[in-house]
């Protein structure tokens, strides 16, 4: 019997995610005789060099994004690429319309969303390191803010809504962490608090985010921030998408310099979001519960290996935060 993909070695998912890039690179009218290896994490991504050039070909392994989400997710990247000077690849169409192939994969036995893009040229960011740099994140996120406000909205009604704190994916935490009392306890209470702050702004007017602004989505293109990986993005406040990047930021002896340099950046293209401090901390605190909820979900097989360690890591991290109400990555193990 097959061995399932989930119990695969990571070498051999990437073999399987390999086939299933070439045999959809000729429905976006594309030929390569190989693909190499950009990232394999929650989704894999290859390089495919055609004659049309570097192309960037995602296969969406562990996506939570349906066809819709990720065709309303395209356009707006399109449309971003068309419309501003921020950087971002340009999302290449499919032969049959739309930005989406499918591809049958007998080792995932289901079919695969695959999406391709024109190459980022540029240095990935990696951290964000130094408050130039957060600087340059706070305005991009502006001028994402800014046009979405603005682009007709061709797409938004596909893309997903963030009204909750694990946007909509099944819970697999509560269960996770049912026979540890005290881990079960401090996720139970930080989940509620979390919801409460989601549900306060459930009635302000949402625009497509982002949603995972950070360092390992960033490159410097020709002394500029460009930015890719739209496959998070939704339907949320402006407020939650500065959060996010928030999150990223906290965890060394800068945390609090690199944060305000994300807000005067930020502040120096558009006004920043009224939102009280506790709020803001439970909307950073909230991507801890997210990413948690989302190694769980994962079949990726290092992201497998990590699920349990990073459930401790999250205890020990919203503990600190429900104690003190300031949320930070940098908490010794309790």
Known sequence: MPTAYADLDEASQVEVLREVALLAAPAFGLHAAAAELVLHGFNTTFRLDTHAGAVAMRVNTNSMSSIANVEAQQAWQHALRRDTDVIVPDPLPAAEGGYVALVHSAALDREVVVTASSWLAGEDLGTLSTPEQARALGALAARLHTH?????????????????????????????????????DLVTEAWERCERVFARWAAQ????????????????????????????SGLGVPALDLAICAFYLRGGEDEGVLEDALREGYAAVRPLPDVARADHEALVAARQLLLANSLLASTTANQRSEAEAYLRITGDRLRHWLGTGHFTRAVPAG
Not at 152 to 174: K, V, Y
Not at 220 to 225: A, D, I, M, S
């Open 148 to 184: 979405a406000e603005q682009w007709e909205p061709e797409g938004h009604g596909r893309f997903p809504r963030f009204a909750s704190t694990l946007f909509g994916d099944p819970d697999l935490l509560t269960a996770a962490v049912a026979g540890d009392d005290g881990l079960r």
């Open 205 to 232: 007017p949402a625009i497509p985010l982002h949603a995972d602004l950070h360092g390992g989505n960033l490159k410097w293109h020709e002394g500029h921030l460009a930015v890719f990986d739209f496959d998070d």
